[in-house]
């Protein structure tokens, strides 16, 4: 919901929307791009009252939205949902290598090697990412609005759109840009705004305030400690071990352990292999290697396996692979404890009462909670899968990505989670690519490089410098402290 908002974006300026999950931001944006229509109030373009009547409206007219969630034609090459509804024509005929050279240059302009005959469901979700970015970039924008663009993008992606931002404020285009990242917007922004419970808190030039004043805005209190105390030591009871686990294609010949009451983080660069190890290990892909769990050798061939032994994982793609988006918050919670509440069978004040649970542990705001979790913002659909994984009461936690999409005042909530489970004997793997983040967090850092391990690091060895030294192949630790590590 909005109320009263009143904002401008100015021609060859970078504008940055921030708020916490469900501050309006979104619909803000659905809005001025013609996604939703507002109950009151205007939208002028260029001085004159405009209304449009759906998206491509607003593209015509050069308002241009590139969502937060990737909506693009899974089955259909990156060359075809680039031009897909606009495509070039020879005749009656699609002028099929037209397209293809077409996007073969504005791929190269995002310095990416992504092939424009490639089926867009088999790229990685960065690079599904990039093929919206160029799919917007053709078509003209005098208002581009882009919603948490870098969200699944590495360091390097970024720095590549942000050439092209630059690029674009620079020949007169208003940019409109979202985003959590508090580093990336006072890097990029002219000004930002801020919303808070769909209100305007403020307009400010970017370069006046610092990113804790913005967090503090954000939220409306001051955020102290973002990231909880770690405890000295782990209990040294070794709860899983990893040996020589290999990945064909993606990992090779990694080897790890983890202990009871351990925050072990895993950091590397898109494409390393961290999310194909996990993915391996628990049967979602084909893999070799020694898994012993509690002691003794187990075989895992799915997810229903691993939560059977006492394993979670919560996967980056929380949409895609974590969530039934089209359905309330009840079946979500309930998925994976399925048997757990069937006593024969499932009973419905059973499942009201892990909901009713799993809004009170992780603090779900939901006006409706029959409504698809589709609805919710991006923060509170993650607390509905944490939900859903702690029900089963794992003893392993796997979090790939874990506050990817989400507002700094969730994320502390999530950080504050994670310390409260590893107190109290839960062990927790963290996969992030936000080395803050998986710094704060852990106790131990595994790096991996093109799909090899580079290094354990101890908590006393943490730094930026250190784990992108491993992660870019710069520097390897010695065989035998990886083993010993």
């Known amino acids: 919901?909005?109320?009263?908002?009143?904002?401008?974006?100015?021609?060859?300026?970078?504008?940055?929307?921030?708020?916490?999950?469900?501050?309006?931001?979104?619909?803000?944006?659905?809005?001025?791009?013609?996604?939703?229509?507002?109950?009151?109030?205007?939208?002028?373009?260029?001085?004159?009252?405009?209304?449009?009547?759906?998206?491509?409206?607003?593209?015509?007219?050069?308002?241009?939205?590139?969502?937060?969630?990737?909506?693009?034609?899974?089955?259909?090459?990156?060359?075809?949902?680039?031009?897909?509804?606009?495509?070039?024509?020879?005749?009656?005929?699609?002028?099929?290598?037209?397209?293809?050279?077409?996007?073969?240059?504005?791929?190269?302009?995002?310095?990416?090697?992504?092939?424009?005959?490639?089926?867009?469901?088999?790229?990685?979700?960065?690079?599904?990412q990039m093929v919206e970015?160029?799919?917007?970039?053709?078509?003209?924008?005098?208002?581009?609005?882009?919603?948490?663009?870098?969200?699944?993008?590495?360091?390097?992606?970024?720095?590549?759109?942000?050439?092209?931002?630059?690029?674009?404020?620079?020949?007169?285009?208003?940019?409109?840009?979202?985003?959590?990242?508090?580093?990336?917007?006072?890097?990029?922004?002219?000004?930002?705004?801020?919303?808070?419970?769909?209100?305007?808190?403020?307009?400010?030039?970017?370069?006046?305030?610092?990113?804790?004043?913005?967090?503090?805005?954000m939220v409306g209190r001051e955020l102290s400690q973002m990231f909880p105390e770690r405890p000295a030591e782990p209990h040294p009871e070794k709860l899983l071990e990893v040996e020589s686990f290999s990945v064909p294609g993606f990992v090779d010949g990694v080897s790890f352990t983890l202990r009871r009451g351990e925050v072990l983080g895993f950091a590397g660069l898109v494409g390393a292999g961290r999310t194909e190890l996990f993915e391996g290990l628990l049967g979602l892909r084909p893999a070799a290697g020694t898994v012993t769990y509690r002691g003794r050798p187990v075989t895992i061939r799915n997810t229903r396996d691993a939560a059977r032994l006492g394993i979670a994982y919560v996967s980056e793609d929380r949409k895609g692979k974590g969530l039934l988006v089209n359905m309330p918050m009840k079946p979500n919670v309930t998925l994976l404890a399925l048997e757990r509440l069937a006593r024969p069978f499932i009973s419905d004040r059973a499942e009201a009462r892990a909901l009713r649970k799993a809004v009170e542990d992780f603090d779900i705001r939901a006006a409706d909670p029959?409504?698809?979790?589709?609805?919710?913002?991006?923060?509170?659909?993650?607390?509905?899968?944490?939900?859903?994984?702690?029900?089963?009461?794992?003893?392993?936690?796997?979090?790939?990505?874990?506050?990817?999409?989400?507002?700094?005042?969730?994320?502390?909530?999530?950080?504050?989670?994670?310390?409260e489970l590893s107190r109290a004997g839960k062990s927790l793997v963290i996969i992030s690519s936000e080395l803050p983040e998986v710094m704060g967090l852990s106790d131990r850092i595994a790096v991996l490089h093109d799909g090899q391990l580079s290094g354990i690091l101890a908590r006393a060895e943490f730094s930026e410098d250190e784990i992108m030294r491993l992660a870019t192949g710069l520097k390897r630790r010695e065989e035998q402290q990886v083993a010993a590590a």
């Open 370 to 419: 029959s409504a698809p979790v589709r609805s919710l913002s991006g923060g509170n659909q993650q607390k509905v899968v944490l939900g859903k994984v702690m029900l089963i009461d794992p003893d392993v936690i796997i979090l790939d990505e874990p506050t990817r999409g989400i507002d700094v005042g969730t994320k502390r909530q999530i950080y504050f989670l994670i310390a």
């Open 133 to 217: 970015i160029a799919k917007a970039m053709w078509r003209g924008s005098r208002v581009l609005i882009m919603d948490e663009p870098t969200d699944v993008l590495t360091d390097r992606e970024t720095a590549v759109l942000f050439r092209l931002i630059r690029k674009l404020s620079a020949a007169g285009t208003a940019v409109v840009f979202i985003s959590h990242k508090l580093r990336e917007v006072k890097e990029i922004a002219d000004r930002v705004t801020v919303l808070r419970d769909g209100r305007l808190i403020t307009t400010v030039a970017a370069e006046t305030v610092d990113e804790d004043r913005l967090a503090t805005l």
């Open 1 to 128: 919901m909005l109320h009263d908002v009143d904002v401008e974006f100015h021609a060859g300026e970078v504008h940055a929307i921030i708020g916490e999950n469900g501050a309006g931001k979104s619909t803000l944006m659905k809005i001025l791009s013609g996604y939703l229509e507002p109950t009151e109030g205007r939208v002028l373009l260029e001085g004159s009252a405009v209304t449009f009547a759906s998206g491509a409206e607003a593209e015509d007219r050069g308002v241009i939205l590139i969502h937060q969630e990737t909506n693009l034609a899974p089955h259909l090459t990156v060359a075809a949902n680039i031009f897909l509804g606009r495509e070039y024509r020879r005749g009656p005929f699609l002028d099929d290598r037209r397209m293809t050279a077409h996007a073969r240059e504005l791929l190269a302009e995002l310095d990416t090697g992504i092939d424009p005959l490639a089926r867009v469901g088999d790229l990685s979700v960065s690079d599904r």
